[in-house]
């Protein structure tokens, strides 16, 4: 998979090629990344094209064809001849920027190092280790690429290593940059805000900088810490795909530039507005990795290449390949008014439904009774739960039902009797007050006694009932993101410094807890990233339940994540979040493409609702192994908040099929959806079809009249599948095949 031939790196595997070269035997260029080729033979040699103010090094000043800020380059740096957005920046104790890193050495690794209190990939798989050394001798680099032999994903990290005797300070450490030979993309990227998380956008890279970035100490509901560049005729299907993943939770930066020669670069890191790391002689740092993916076969390539990585390659809990709970959550249910009973009164129903898991959210500890208070304070308030955990949870299990549990363990507030004892153990900046959100004040875990306390806290918790799921939340972002522990050169140092102090709290508690589940969330989905998928599976998506919002919200995440992955509850009508009424069977089906669960109060389901819920959760418990592992592909384009969408998902034994219409037109086409990647010799028998209900019998008993029928793959594909006519709006279609 990797190889190093005449001054040549040649990394490639069935899906992409990715060649890099020596020029001048110092300079590391990049030459090339796209389908897999046999040999780079330099059939797009570089461009040595004497340009206007873009001048030479003094090693050849008169090779004024050869200047670093035309040429396409691994790691560039600014300011010594390239001008372009940088991939690193490092101040020397003399207080000037300028460094050249020239080729010095590479290894081939065949195992994959992990890296401390980081995630990290794993598997199977080369890495390419290509070290770098500044010319002066100031410091090292080494760059790190590892190849999968069954994935198109290529992970990137960087190292920097202090080789001098003064220290050094990083300003800016990306995990890749790459240049590409032309600016003939569109750029995807997902934005969004709390309660409407990645949104799908797509627009054409015009000339200057587009940056993707956060700088609030979470990967964050705005900015999605992914790109794809992609080419203006890609669809889902066809055409290709560069995208960048950053395997990292806290502030990050995507930058694109598209520069004055018509050539491209693409940088992913750090963000070097919340970041700077000083370097003792002989001190190393090292950057979070970044999953590139390359593919041919347009959006839905992009989409299976990713999840298959991240559930292979790195998801490491051992729930990872089995089908998840179905949950009653009793946030949306109770919110902070809650007791035994009425948990208990949640606990039965769930059961009679069919439900599997109970999850006690926000509340149970310290005097919570509403957002003001408690957080820090992690033991159990006895007033709502007189009987103790032990109680509770034992009272669940004997319903045959599995128990979570809800925590924040970041967070603190004013009232709280952890502040109280510890006030400057939140993140902070001298003679300036600290900002509230959510009335809620951050712990600096850039501290290790910080860090060490709530691992300590989190652990009584974990280990106080036998509790098989525990929700992670965090919910407001960094401000005065300064420690009072660092000195004044190191502040830069902080917002880093504490996830790192956060990966290791989780590295040790996932450890010591292996048996227990952990879902990610922060406000919804405001830490949806690679980087927390290492170290828990799932991610609760959106604090919006809406089913119409969560179309986009689910098809936005699911262009990156697994559907595994998402979290998908059931939530009541009219919405919380937004007031919408929507049909029960659409909240039902939206629910199902994700790891699905009820968010309500289930004990008011009328007597004909409970028995459609046993109906919803029956059917899914037998197809859910393939909706939650099956290859999940995009039917229709990823409906930019559009108005229909089409989902399938299809394993060896089952095909299924979801078809979502928001609002009806009159005169409106008849749709056709034509499933795609089926074997078109194999048949396909319909089993089950479920067209929509309206919303004015929400509740009724649904009879399906439809005929069991067997098609081959080849119809199914070519000729399509016809949406019946419904009048009626928040329409959700479900179709099970049995191959
Ligand atoms: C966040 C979560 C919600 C819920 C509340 C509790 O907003 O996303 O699901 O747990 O916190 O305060």
Same mark, same amino acid.
């Given at each position: ?101 020239? #080729?010095? *050495?590479?290894? /081939?690794?065949?195992?994959?190092? =992990?890296? $401390?209190?980081?995630?990290?990939? !794993? &598997? ?117 795909? #560069?995208? *960048?993943?950053? /395997?990292?939770?806290?502030?990050? =930066?995507? $930058?694109?530039?598209?520069?004055? !020669? &018509? ?477």
């Amino acid at each position: 998979m990797i190889k190093f031939e005449n001054q040549q790196f040649h990394l490639s595997n069935k899906f992409f090629s990715y060649v890099m070269d020596i020029a001048k035997e110092k300079h590391l260029m990049h030459r090339y990344w796209g389908k897999p080729i046999k040999f780079f033979h330099d059939s797009i040699p570089l461009q040595k094209i004497d340009r206007g103010f873009s001048g030479q090094l003094a090693t050849f000043p008169n090779e004024r064809t050869f200047s670093l800020d035309v040429l396409p380059q691994e790691y560039p740096v600014q300011g010594h001849t390239d001008f372009r957005i940088p991939a690193y920046r490092v101040e020397l104790e003399n207080g000037t920027n300028i460094s050249e890193l020239n #080729y010095k *050495a590479y290894k /081939i690794l065949d195992s994959k190092p =992990a890296l $401390k209190n980081l995630p990290a990939s !794993f &598997g199977e798989s080369q890495t390419l280790e290509i070290e770098l050394e500044d010319l002066n001798k100031n410091f090292a680099v080494k760059l790190y690429y590892t190849v999968f032999e069954d994935s198109p994903v290529l992970i990137r990290s960087a190292k920097f290593i202090n080789i001098s005797d003064k220290a050094i300070k990083i300003r800016h450490a990306s995990s890749a940059s790459i240049d590409f030979n032309d600016n003939d993309f569109d750029i995807i990227n997902l934005y969004g805000g709390h309660a409407a998380e990645r949104t799908i956008q797509r627009h054409k890279l015009q000339r200057g900088i587009f940056e993707i970035s956060s700088a609030r100490g979470a990967s964050s509901h705005q900015q999605s810490p992914f790109v794809a560049l992609v080419r203006p005729e890609t669809t889902e299907f066809t055409g290709e795909v #560069y995208a *960048a993943s950053f /395997i990292y939770s806290g502030s990050f =930066a995507i $930058k694109v530039e598209a520069e004055q !020669f &018509g050539t491209t670069r693409l940088v992913v890191g750090l963000n070097p507005e919340t970041f700077s790391w000083k370097l003792e002689p002989g001190e190393d740092f090292q950057t979070p990795e970044v999953a590139l993916n390359f593919s041919a076969e347009g959006l839905n390539g992009l989409s299976q290449g990713f999840h298959n990585f991240f559930q292979k390659h790195l998801i490491r809990s051992k729930f990872k390949n089995d089908v998840r709970p179905i949950l009653i959550n009793n946030w949306e249910a109770t919110y902070f008014d809650f007791d035994e009973n009425k948990l208990l009164a949640l606990a039965d129903c769930a059961k009679d439904l069919g439900l599997e898991l109970l999850v006690l959210d926000d509340g149970w500890f310290g005097k919570r009774n509403d957002d003001n208070s408690s957080l820090g304070d992690w033991f159990l308030n006895t007033k709502k739960i007189p009987h103790g955990l032990q109680f509770l949870v034992d009272e669940v299990h004997k319903r045959g039902l599995k128990f979570g549990i809800w925590v924040e363990p970041e967070m603190t507030n004013e009232d709280s009797e952890l502040f109280r004892a510890h006030p400057d153990w939140i993140l902070h900046a001298p003679n300036y007050k600290t900002s509230f959100g959510r009335h809620q004040l951050i712990l600096d875990f850039s501290r290790a006694e910080v860090v060490d306390y709530i691992t300590d806290a989190m652990r009584k918790v974990f280990s106080s009932a036998p509790i098989d799921y525990v929700k992670v939340d965090m919910n407001r972002h960094m401000t005065e993101a300064f420690s009072p522990t660092l000195p004044a050169d190191r502040q830069f140092e902080t917002q880093h410094r504490y996830m790192l102090g956060l990966y290791g709290m989780w590295e040790k508690l996932t450890a010591e807890f292996p048996n227990i589940l952990f879902e990610n969330c922060s406000g919804g989905g405001g830490r949806f990233d690679a980087g927390f998928l290492y170290y828990m599976p799932q991610t609760w998506t959106s604090d919006n339940s809406d089913a119409v919002c969560r179309l986009s919200i689910q098809a936005g995440t699911g262009l990156a994540f697994p559907i595994v992955t998402q979290g998908a509850h059931v939530s009541v009508t009219p919405n919380h979040q937004v007031g919408r009424m929507t049909t029960f069977q659409m909240r039902n089906f939206v629910a199902y493409a994700g790891t699905y669960g009820f968010e309500l109060d289930i004990t008011k389901f009328t007597d004909t609702e409970k028995s459609e819920v046993r109906d919803y959760v029956k059917l899914y418990k037998e197809i859910r192994s393939t909706i939650q592992f099956g290859k999940f592909t995009r039917l229709l384009t990823a409906a930019y908040e559009g108005n229909e969408y089409a989902w399938q998902f299809e394993d060896d034994n089952r095909l299924i099929v979801m078809y979502f219409k928001i609002l009806q037109k009159a005169a409106a086409p008849v749709r056709i959806l034509k499933l795609a990647g089926l074997d078109a010799n194999k048949n396909y028998t319909l089993k089950k079809y479920l067209p929509p209900k309206k919303l004015s019998v929400d509740g009724g008993k649904q009879i399906v009249n439809f005929e069991e029928k067997t098609f081959g793959g080849d119809e199914l594909m070519n000729a399509g599948i016809a949406i019946e006519k419904i009048d009626t709006d928040f329409a959700a279609y479900l179709w099970v095949f049995e191959k």
